[in-house]
């Protein structure tokens, strides 16, 4: 529930901070024992609570976009960010197998300008229209210097908390229904989605200069350009499938982490592991900056999704009918490889230095 | 609905930012239609919109503490900002009749100290518990200079989005059931609540120096111990006198822009007005900071809430039972005036240079 965008520098500090904030948040849970917003048990230590309304069953999440803002004021270009802030917390609902229905948004500002103002909500409408929730809350607080950035403009940090309803009947993902061989799925990405982005910067200003952002990459974007591809909403997807009928066993939201974190999380509620030896390819470009910066194939798939944005986890005999399912809609799937008995993560890395890539999961709460 | 702390140097611009957010959102409402989570008319431009979940009426607003957040890294105290916290969300759903159930936050900070967090998380509990809301959900994101502040301890912005439930068969309240003659009481603040702060800081930073925060009040306290009063969480009063079954015609929560903006936006709604020869006086230390700053009588009711952290409008027959009903909860009343149909709204102004004000209501939307 409570989770830490690290940049990467001190993971274990991170967690330990995470695991303060949520013991306190946990002794608050009796305040609402027998009345409405009730959190209910069982997705406790995950990204989100249920909590009852009487029998209506609801989530709220919350979450921002963490550096990926810098890289809007570095291209100058502001409407895309909204896919990115949309996407951290309603796919963290729909990891769940809870539907975003509402969004509430907080933008922190050092000064405020309009246009750029008018660009990031345009893009938060944009895709909030896509994720099929509404608007319903935001808040623009002007900070001063306790808000930076780069560069002359408007400077900005961005959040918002979703909240999401879990259909009647159906019930909550949370991994417990993984087994040994079950099939996982790995749903496409578009680029960093949210996540990743101290090491993206750190690389890109080492190896191209201050000015990175506007050196060319090679298929003719800037490099700006490029890092600042938004997110592909998943939501979508998961309430369809769920809406069709599928029975999803596990669904991994790839965000900081990585696939060895993020999908260990849920892992670790059967104590399984998973055998993944066809995950996407990692962009072009990720690839391109993993060698730039010599970077250890363990350590990038340990901080950036490498092409994986979500995973899913379904019966065997459900593998072929969701494929068919996912590619009807548009979303790009692939076959990723299966559950395993043992709390190890296997991944055939392909990114620029390929290697069979091993994790030991982390151990069981 | 959209709001926007501004630090008072440029309310025109603050206000058109936020009307440009909220013409933005107001366009995602469709994405609902007929679904769970769809809007419902009649709190348009309000501090929250209340959605409804097949009957369940649910309200989700978020918000901020603003520049406080440097007082506590200037005292060195950090397990009070989480009543600010709390107060700022949990409030702003009261003042629309709706009772605050669930809570998630978001901490911003610039490099993490453990101890710190453990502080500012420990006050959010004790916070939660007297608003009786249930801390569901949080994140902790690391972003370096993107994050300002005071001194060489962790810096940090701090925000939250609160959901709250329209009890069974209440109306919400959004001024609609005011009317001329109708009773106005306030409710005593604490101090500064989380509003004003640049005027705070400023005023006292010339006035006393870069280290204002240390010398003393004449109360024996230091300025800055003075300025990090908590705030009073009103919620779980106005859940008390809807219980009791007191009809509420109105309640407004005084936070940026003082009485003349945050009440006249409920007196708007039937285009009223109010006289208010009677509120509490503001705290001596507002007094002395509005001499210490020369700050006209007009301005200061404008910026802080000079001593009522919310307001209530009553049947004038209802007024005695509710100030009873008060008094035996232990929160601060006073019969503060009344409402007028002129659209003006006319203050004793108790501060430093005590005068009759007049502010001209905001048009009708």
Chains 1, 2 share one sequence.
């Not at 009928?245 to 982490?257: D, E, K, R």
């Amino acid at each position: 529930m409570v989770g830490s965008k690290s940049s990467g520098l001190d993971i274990d500090l991170g967690n330990h901070c995470s695991a303060l904030a949520y013991g306190w948040a946990r002794r608050t849970f009796d305040t609402r024992r027998g009345l409405p917003g009730e959190p209910l048990a069982g997705l406790d230590g995950q990204f989100s609570n249920v909590m009852d309304f009487g029998g209506v069953r609801l989530a709220l999440t919350s979450d921002g976009i963490g550096t990926k803002t810098e890289i809007a004021e570095r291209v100058g270009v502001y409407n895309t960010l909204g896919f990115d802030l949309v996407a951290m917390v309603v796919d963290d609902l729909a990891a769940n197998g809870i539907e975003p229905v509402n969004l509430t948004n907080i933008l922190d500002v050092d000064r405020l300008d309009a246009e750029v103002v008018d660009a990031l909500m345009q893009g938060l409408h944009d895709a909030a229209k896509v994720a099929n929730v509404a608007v319903v809350g935001g808040e623009i607080a002007e900070l001063g210097s306790r808000v930076g950035g780069w560069g002359d403009g408007m400077h900005f940090n961005w959040c918002a908390a979703a909240l999401g309803i879990l259909a009647p009947g159906r019930p909550a993902i949370d991994g417990s229904a993984m087994k040994p061989g079950d099939a996982v799925i790995a749903l496409r990405s578009r680029g960093f989605r949210s996540n990743g982005f101290s090491l993206v910067r750190k690389v890109l200003e080492a190896q191209l200069g201050p000015s990175w952002h506007n050196e060319k990459y090679e298929d003719g974007r800037t490099w700006g350009e490029v890092a600042l591809t938004p997110s592909i909403i998943y939501s979508p997807l998961v309430s369809h499938l769920r809406d069709r009928g599928f029975n999803l066993h596990g669904v991994s939201h790839i965000t900081g982490g990585g696939v060895p974190d993020k999908f260990g999380r849920i892992l670790k509620v059967n104590g399984l592991g998973a055998f993944l030896p066809n995950l996407f390819d990692p962009h072009p470009f990720m690839k391109h900056l993993q060698g730039l910066g010599q970077l250890p194939e363990e350590q990038v798939y340990r901080l950036w999704n490498m092409g994986n944005g979500m995973l899913l986890v379904v019966d065997p005999g459900d593998l072929a009918p969701v494929l068919m399912a996912i590619h009807e809609t548009g979303y790009q799937a692939m076959p990723a490889g299966e559950i395993t008995p043992d709390p190890v993560i296997r991944i055939m890395g392909k990114g620029a230095a390929p290697a069979e890539l091993s994790y030991v999961r982390a151990p069981k709460a």
